[in-house]
């Protein structure tokens, strides 16, 4: 069975960081493109980030030169560096497998929240 949990979501105000980790079990992660995604009240869930097998990455224009998405795949994880947080940032955000052509694995998301 398949499982991605995500862990270091929290309370933090404007400007400060946070480090999302999400890890894995019943399945390697090494071998497929991991994403980040986010969803705020009201708004669809957007992608955040994303990092391919061999390690390259990709943001949304919103969090790029903020955000650091990267990958340890011998610990079977993925993390998520977030520095100068907004409120705009604020958000539930999962972690996501990604499989060509089938749904992937999602984890059950972990609340930021930034506010003064």
């Known amino acids: 069975q398949v499982q991605l949990v995500e862990s270091g979501g929290g309370i933090v105000q404007p400007g400060g960081s946070l480090r999302l980790s999400c890890s894995g079990s019943?399945?390697?992660?090494?071998?497929?493109?991991m994403v980040w995604y986010r969803q705020a009240p009201g708004n669809q869930r957007e992608l955040v980030a994303s990092?391919?097998?061999?390690?390259?990455?990709e943001y949304t224009s919103s969090v790029k030169g903020r955000f650091t998405i990267s990958r340890d795949n011998a610990r079977n994880t993925v993390s998520l560096q977030m520095n100068r947080l907004r409120p705009e940032d604020t958000a539930v955000y999962y972690c996501h497998l990604q499989l060509l052509g089938r749904p992937g694995y999602w984890g059950q998301g972990t609340q930021v929240t930034v506010f003064s």
């Open positions: 019943g399945i390697r992660f090494s071998g497929y493109p």
């Open positions: 990092i391919a097998p061999g390690g390259i990455t």
